[in-house]
């Protein structure tokens, strides 16, 4: 079985970025992400209490496990929240993933 999914980044001009994720080592999507250089500040180090790591779903949302009460709780304190933002910390990579599509929140 592939133990590597695709998650498609849209960067600040638009583009889109492919990059291949392992999903047997355990890692989240905001782990992922700043392995891969985002400017990704994850200030609680994971912990879903900052929502430094936020994301904009744009494609693939419904692929992603239910948001916590935690999760929310903590989205709920960003200003400029977006029905498809989700905390990249409370995301683990998994086959299920393989294509969605996401951008760092607050990047135009």
Same mark, same amino acid.
């Given at each position: =079985?592939?133990?590597?999914?695709?998650?498609?980044? $849209?960067? @600040?001009? /638009?583009?889109?970025? @492919?990059?291949?994720?392992?999903?047997?080592? /355990?890692?989240?999507?905001?782990?992922?992400? #700043?392995?891969?250089?985002?400017?990704?500040?994850?200030?609680? /180090?994971? =912990?879903?209490?900052?929502?430094?790591?936020?994301?904009?779903? +744009?494609? /693939?949302? !419904? #692929? +992603?496990?239910?948001?916590?009460?935690? !999760?929310?709780?903590?989205?709920?304190? &960003? @200003?400029? &929240?977006? @029905?498809?933002?989700? &905390?990249?910390? $409370? &995301? $683990? +990579?998994?086959?299920?993933?393989?294509? *969605?599509?996401?951008? *760092?929140?607050?990047?135009?």
């Amino acid at each position: =079985m592939e133990n590597n999914i695709t998650i498609y980044m $849209q960067e @600040p001009d /638009g583009s889109v970025t @492919p990059h291949e994720a392992p999903t047997d080592m /355990g890692l989240s999507l905001m782990e992922f992400l #700043k392995a891969s250089e985002y400017d990704i500040l994850a200030t609680c /180090g994971g =912990m879903a209490l900052c929502a430094t790591c936020c994301v904009d779903i +744009l494609e /693939g949302e !419904e #692929k +992603l496990n239910e948001m916590s009460d935690d !999760e929310y709780a903590m989205l709920d304190t &960003l @200003p400029d &929240l977006l @029905p498809n933002s989700r &905390l990249a910390c $409370q &995301l $683990q +990579l998994n086959n299920n993933m393989d294509g *969605l599509k996401v951008k *760092l929140h607050g990047v135009s």
